[in-house]
């Protein structure tokens, strides 16, 4: 279910913001198991699997709709991919939520960019053709 919705607002067939809240909001809601579900996401659309990192990768990064000094947005800029999420996944309960924004975020630009060049002439990605 939550899985639906990520892609659904990774391909704008939901608005972001409602999108966001609607995760958040579920009364099911489980930071790791949509921690998980969005990381392997975000790693999955990044092309340069040596390291995860990609132009289009810190542009998401540079543009998540948060206030650029909040931790889970000064851990992902200052630290490797891998190193970053690991850190991530540890933080109180109270960075939850915007680091569920956050990846939402990267997710959206990653997985856009992705779609529009590898995927663009149809792919086999079941995520990828959802109505
Ligand atoms: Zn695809």
């Given at each position: 279910m939550t899985s639906n919705l990520i892609n659904l607002i990774a391909q704008n067939k939901i608005d972001f913001n409602s999108g966001c809240k609607a995760i958040l909001n579920?009364?099911?809601?489980?930071f790791q198991l949509v921690f998980t579900e969005l990381r392997n996401y975000i790693f999955n659309a990044l092309?340069?699997?040596?390291?995860?990192?990609s132009e289009t990768y810190q542009k998401a990064l540079n543009t998540i709709p948060l206030k650029p000094t909040y931790t889970p947005l000064v851990i992902l800029k200052s630290f490797s991919t891998q190193i970053a999420f690991n850190k991530l996944q540890k933080l109180p309960k109270s960075e939850h939520e915007k680091i569920i924004i956050s990846l939402l975020w990267v997710f959206k630009q990653t997985d856009t960019e992705r779609r529009l060049t590898v995927?663009?002439?149809?792919?086999?990605?079941a995520w990828h053709n959802i109505e």
């Amino acid at each position: 279910m939550t899985s639906n919705l990520i892609n659904l607002i990774a391909q704008n067939k939901i608005d972001f913001n409602s999108g966001c809240k609607a995760i958040l909001n579920d009364s099911n809601f489980d930071f790791q198991l949509v921690f998980t579900e969005l990381r392997n996401y975000i790693f999955n659309a990044l092309p340069d699997k040596a390291n995860y990192n990609s132009e289009t990768y810190q542009k998401a990064l540079n543009t998540i709709p948060l206030k650029p000094t909040y931790t889970p947005l000064v851990i992902l800029k200052s630290f490797s991919t891998q190193i970053a999420f690991n850190k991530l996944q540890k933080l109180p309960k109270s960075e939850h939520e915007k680091i569920i924004i956050s990846l939402l975020w990267v997710f959206k630009q990653t997985d856009t960019e992705r779609r529009l060049t590898v995927c663009k002439n149809g792919c086999n990605h079941a995520w990828h053709n959802i109505e």
